[in-house]
């Protein structure tokens, strides 16, 4: 079984998201043991932002990184737990709000979880339709 980035990456659906990791220097941490909950974000998803802010975004690792991180949950969270949870911590340190209605999930008020529990020998993936911003932090 492959790990959460040869996964993401064989989908083919994801090159925005391995060319961020790339750019943060987190695809080493993405390949180690974990187990990692990943929400990534598609190719749909990141086109989202305008590209000016997509390419400052790029540029800035600390600010990538946090992004980035905000997309990962320590552990391996299944599809079947995130519909319980109101909310949950993100490595980046801040917590994104699960809502769940008519069996769709819905992350912060503005993702949908597209699909769910692709299974990855550190971990599982959901699948998200749009790139989630990390809270500000003060």
């Known amino acids: 079984m492959k790990d959460i980035i040869d996964t993401a990456v064989a989908a083919g659906t994801f090159k925005t998201l391995a060319t961020a990791l790339t750019a943060a220097g987190l ?14 974000p598609t190719d749909e998803a990141f086109a ?3 590209a000016a802010d997509l390419k400052a975004l790029l540029a800035d690792k600390k600010k990538l990184t946090d992004v980035l991180t905000y997309h990962v ?13 109101h909310d949950s911590m993100t490595v980046e340190g801040g917590k994104v709000t699960i809502a769940t209605a008519n069996g769709k999930v819905t992350l912060n008020g503005t993702s949908h979880v597209t699909a769910t529990d692709i299974e990855a020998s550190n971990g599982v993936i959901h699948v998200i339709d749009t790139v989630l911003m990390p809270p500000e932090k003060h």
Not at 73 to 85: M, Q
């Open 73 to 85: 949950i320590a552990g391996k969270v299944p599809a079947s737990v995130v519909t319980t949870l």
């Open 48 to 50: 989202k932002i305008p």
């Open 27 to 40: 695809i080493d941490t993405l390949k180690g043991t974990g187990p990692f909950t990943v929400l990534a």
